[in-house]
């Protein structure tokens, strides 16, 4: 998931056995949704694997029984019909990139996470997760969870009452999160006999992660500091305000947002259209 936050090389000269044998990244995590992923890998290491998948386009011949995949790279490893669309989108985002520069992307995303964690471990009563930027080398997500609120909440109170939308949970990095986790989950002394110990510890098992993206600013990082601030300083009525639904979420007792409205395309082009006019 770096490849959209800093440059990165496949070949260090300056480090023995320093280079990258295979570099897998997905379009969707770089501004191109419903675009392919990709597998950059030193050709020797593709010849001496099996075909990942088998159909159109990666066969010499087909038998009754078996068949000869071929030798061509990549076409051995791109059975089927391809997403010429999304390879399309994909690679005019990778241009648009590199056309703006990605050390310069990375430069303003350094400024961007000093700043985020400068204010938000300023903050009593919140928990900031990971080595601090200042002391090894970051990308743009922070994770974090506000004491006294298991993270659905927080993800639920930000959407709800700053328009803020944060991933909750453990972002597919479940042994890792719950080995971070590991000395809060300890600290709550659940019962594990208590009927509901489970469901308890399940809640506080995951963190809030804010993330930046190219068209962040310091503007936005300051919004998410003012938000999580009023949650904490609110920290009562949330929780008085909200009750939890199935695992991890939350809902607020009083309010529900009409999906209809949200979703409907005739007042979403409306809207559209008026913003436009207002210009």
């Not at 191109?32 to 386009?57: D, F, N, T």
């Not at 350094?110 to 919140?126: F, M, P, T």
């Not at 469901?199 to 992660?209: H, L, W």
Request: aromatic share 6%; hydrophobic share 40%.
């Amino acid at each position: 998931q770096m490849i959209a936050h800093a440059p990165v090389s496949m070949q260090d000269k300056s480090i023995d056995d320093a280079d990258i044998d295979v570099l897998v990244f997905s379009g969707h995590k770089i501004y191109a949704p419903g675009s392919p992923g990709a597998v950059i890998a030193k050709r020797r290491l593709l010849a001496e694997m099996p075909p990942a998948e088998v159909g159109g386009g990666m066969v010499d011949d087909v038998y009754l029984t078996t068949f000869t995949p071929s030798d061509i790279l990549p076409d051995r490893e791109e059975a089927g019909t391809p997403n010429i669309v999304g390879a399309i989108t994909l690679g005019a985002v990778l241009d648009i990139l590199l056309e703006i520069g990605m050390d310069t992307i990375r430069e303003k995303e350094i400024k961007l996470i000093d700043l985020a964690w400068e204010k938000l471990s300023a903050i009593e009563g919140v928990n900031l997760y990971g080595p601090a930027p200042a002391d090894v080398p970051r990308t743009g997500t922070i994770p974090f969870n506000i004491q006294g609120f298991d993270h659905g909440l927080t993800a639920a109170a930000l959407n709800d009452y700053h328009n803020i939308e944060v991933r909750n949970g453990c972002f597919c990095a479940h042994p890792y999160v719950r080995e971070i986790l590991k000395p809060e989950l300890w600290a709550m002394d659940i019962d594990p006999d208590a009927p509901n110990s489970e469901e308890q510890v399940e809640r506080k098992r995951g963190m809030a992660r804010a993330s930046l993206g190219i068209y962040t600013t310091e503007a936005d990082v300051l919004t998410l500091v003012e938000a999580v601030a009023d949650l904490v300083a609110r920290k009562e009525e949330i929780l008085a305000t909200y009750e939890p639904i199935g695992t991890n979420g939350y809902r607020h007792s009083q309010f529900e947002p009409d999906s209809g409205v949200l979703f409907d395309p005739k007042i979403s082009l409306q809207q559209a259209l008026d913003n436009c006019t207002r210009k």
